[in-house]
Nanobody, 125 residues
Framework: VQLVESGGGSVQAGGSLRLSCAAS????????MGWFRQAPGKEPEGVAA??????YYADSVKGRFTISRDNANNTVYLQMNTLLPEDTAMYYC??????????????????????WGQGTQVTVS
């Protein structure tokens, strides 16, 4: 499995960005897909995850971020609205067969994910 993120960039506070994660390789269509972020000097944080109709969000992004996926094109998205300076981080997508099956906490736990992309930088000023 290979994951490639895109869509990061610099934006002013209050603006929006949409991140994309293109997946390739042998995959299960109902895999759990997650977005994580890490800001300099901070611990990695689970942002959002999705498996089938179930979605999970960190409290810090609820109501502002939306995860979605296009299975036909093997792509998962993270729509980020009302961005704040504290959203500045490197954003990573990740995939795993089982993470989301273990509950909301595991869905946003980076240790539960097997496959990772290289990341895309988001800077909010």
């Amino acid at each position: 499995v290979q994951l490639v993120e895109s869509g990061g960039g610099s934006v002013q506070a209050g603006g929006s960005l949409r991140l994309s994660c293109a997946a390739s390789g042998y995959r299960y269509s109902s895999n759990c897909m997650g977005w994580f972020r890490q800001a300099p000097g901070k611990e990695p944080e689970g942002v959002a995850a999705q498996r089938d109709a179930a979605t999970y969000y960190a409290d810090s992004v609820k109501g502002r971020f939306t995860i979605s996926r296009d299975n036909a094109n093997n792509t998962v998205y993270l729509q980020m609205n009302t961005l704040l300076p504290e959203d500045t981080a490197m954003y990573y997508c990740a995939e795993d067969r089982l993470a989301c099956l273990k509950g909301p906490h595991s869905s946003l736990d980076r240790n539960e994910y097997k496959y990772w992309g290289q990341g895309t930088q988001v800077t909010v000023s």
